[in-house]
């Protein structure tokens, strides 16, 4: 099939390019030249693990191209869209602009039976604004919701292999023939077994941000019992495990550390709340207040912990901080725990460094004002305390008998509990982490 992608950041980039690869014809649009020259030559303009020879290889086969002429996309039979759409500064609701945008560009490519498919993560009742702007166009057009669920460092696989699709459909013969078109785009994939969820336009737009505040509310639990550990001597890491073992509660998403961060969670369950409050219904979302303000204040608490470890003052301690991302596998910094901990640090009167293997570029035009080395061996050189705020396999992985030869102080704090502290405090270190004895 034809298809159009608008909005090539993260989530438009790796879409387009798997589209291609399943065999449809794709065109990708977005109004930044730079990222549309990056993306034409096979060059990912961020980092995500398999996408840059998926995308080489799609480029090669002439089904995929990128340009910033709507134009280019006329004759599709299926318009995506895929933009941002991120926190309105000083505000907790969800900067819509890109999306009218985007939705202006493509009004005028729309013929009868053409279909445009949502992906953004937009505040429930804005996909039923967009569906009649579509019919006042396109009487014979049809809008469906389609959720996106990419976890970064894994986006091209959970987009060929999903977990589940969601189709957000409007009653009717026009949503029942726009759902048959989509089946269409995703055959390969639904020949794989993938469910497959069909339901009306605003179940669809609630399912990525009910998803998302799920998984934050499980984070910030799993961090407030952190507090009560540190206040009682309890281990955080065992009672996860222990909790975990029932099935109706699990062990995923509950690593307690430094906290959730990126492009995702923080504004989507902002959103959530700013948008219940227009929908009359606060309330119900009050506890999100709480998930937030946990998060927030773990960040706060590494810092007093590095204190702690440094004898009660950071003030012209040479403190090095590993991971600026704010996930492993990625390059993306928004929101970054690691940052904002290596920031406050510095503000305190700490000489931080900050190290990183994907996310040192993007770090460095966000916080210019903050010291950075390109290996683990030169951030922590005469180190008085090493934080590990990102935890990339590579640093989980260190050796910390090689690493104490390089520090000054072999301190470590672990701000996401994922190294063994037996072993680390053997080798002579000193090894505290958030709410573990």
Not at 72 to 77: K, N
Not at 347 to 356: E, F, I, K, N
Not at 418 to 429: E, F, K, N, Q
Request: hydrophobic content about 45%; aromatic content about 6%.
């Amino acid at each position: 099939m034809r298809i159009s992608v608008f909005g090539c950041g993260y989530l438009g980039a790796v879409h387009a390019a798997c589209m291609a690869s399943l065999g449809h014809e794709v065109v990708g649009v977005d109004v930044l030249e730079e990222q549309v020259a990056s993306l034409s030559a096979g060059r990912p303009p961020f980092h995500e693990p398999g996408l840059e020879q998926l995308l080489v290889d799609a480029l090669a086969t002439g089904r995929l191209e990128f340009t910033t002429d709507p134009s280019r996309a006329a004759g599709a039979a299926v318009h995506f869209i895929c933009v941002g759409t991120p926190q309105k500064r000083n505000e907790n609701a969800a900067d819509l602009s890109y999306l009218r945008s985007a939705v202006d560009s493509i009004l005028p490519l729309l013929r009868p039976g053409d279909v445009v498919v949502g992906k953004s993560t937009v505040p429930v009742g804005t996909a039923e604004v967009l569906a009649e702007r579509i019919e006042e166009r396109e009487p014979e057009a049809e809008l469906v919701w389609n959720p996106e669920f990419l976890r970064e460092g894994h986006a091209v696989a959970d987009t060929l292999h999903p977990d589940r699709l969601v189709y957000g459909l409007r009653p009717g013969d026009g949503g029942q023939r726009a759902a048959r078109v989509l089946d269409e785009v995703y055959a390969a994939t639904l020949a794989d077994g993938t469910p497959k969820i069909e339901t009306d336009l605003a179940t669809a737009q609630l399912v990525k941000v009910a998803a998302n505040s799920f998984l934050a509310t499980k984070i910030s639990f799993i961090n407030a019992m952190a507090e009560l550990c540190e206040a009682t001597g309890a281990d955080v890491t065992m009672l996860a495990d222990a909790i975990g073992h029932d099935e109706r509660i699990g062990r995923k998403f509950l690593n307690a550390g430094v906290g959730f961060g990126g492009g995702c969670l923080p504004k989507d369950i902002r959103a959530f709340m700013a948008r219940a409050g227009e929908l009359g219904v606060d309330q119900a979302l009050t506890f999100l207040r709480e998930v937030d303000s946990i998060n927030l204040r773990r960040r706060v608490r590494m810092v007093d912990l590095a204190r702690e470890v440094c004898g009660g003052s950071i003030v012209g301690r040479r403190v090095a901080v590993l991971g600026a991302a704010f996930k492993p596998h990625s390059d993306d910094i928004r929101d970054s725990p690691a940052l904002s901990v290596a920031a406050q640090m510095q503000l305190q009167g700490a000489q931080v460094t900050v190290t990183d293997p994907q996310a040192i570029d993007n770090a460095r035009k966000k916080w210019p004002e903050l010291v950075y080395a390109d290996t683990v061996t030169d951030a922590v050189r005469d180190a008085e305390a090493v934080l590990l705020l990102t935890e990339w396999p590579e640093y989980v992985a260190l050796d910390p008998a090689a690493l104490k030869e390089a520090v000054a102080v072999p301190r470590i704090i672990d701000g996401r509990n994922c190294l063994d502290p037996v072993t680390w405090r053997a080798a002579g270190w000193t090894y505290r982490a958030l709410g573990r004895p």
